[in-house]
């Protein structure tokens, strides 16, 4: 059985809660990565924030990155999953919440990322297929 611990992304850096956007958005670019996890002061998940959620939801709105805290970006509806469980409930998750990155905890730490790209990579085909028609299937409201 192929677990998310297998696929994940190692070595995944958090930005503060009380770390600005701008911070974040810089720590995007240098890493190579369109999101990053929020890490509380309790060194515990508390969100993720998108190379998405910067310009819709702080810039496009005419607010200032420099002077909005990641924190303002922690989700009450986080999603993730153990390092354990296996690639079929990674993927499950992923398309039941259509998120294209899920965390990956082990002992309530975070330990990973998993995003698209990793699910290419270590999946059959036909289980990418699902994968993408799910995730990208448009919501209905």
């Known amino acids: 059985m192929t677990t998310a611990r297998d696929i994940m992304h190692r070595g995944v850096e958090c930005i503060g809660e009380n770390e600005s956007l701008f911070t974040a958005s810089q720590k995007m670019r240098d890493l190579g990565v369109g999101a990053l996890p929020?890490?509380?002061?309790?060194?515990?998940?508390?969100?993720?924030?998108?190379?998405?959620?910067?310009?819709?939801?702080?810039?496009?709105?005419?607010?200032?990155?420099?002077q909005v805290k990641a924190g303002a970006f922690a989700s009450e509806d986080l999603h993730f999953v153990t390092a354990e469980e296996d690639t079929d409930t990674v993927v499950r998750t992923m398309a039941r919440y259509q998120i294209r990155r899920v965390p990956v905890i082990d002992q309530k730490r975070l330990v990973g990322m998993i995003s698209e790209a990793d699910v290419a990579r270590n999946l059959p085909e036909e289980k990418i297929a699902e994968f993408v028609e799910s995730v990208c299937a448009p919501t209905h409201t």
Do not use: F, K, Q, S
Not at 40 to 46: I, K
Not at 49 to 61: K, N, S
């Open 38 to 66: 929020i890490c509380g002061e309790d060194d515990r998940l508390h969100g993720i924030v998108t190379d998405r959620d910067i310009v819709l939801r702080c810039v496009a709105e005419g607010r200032d990155p420099a």
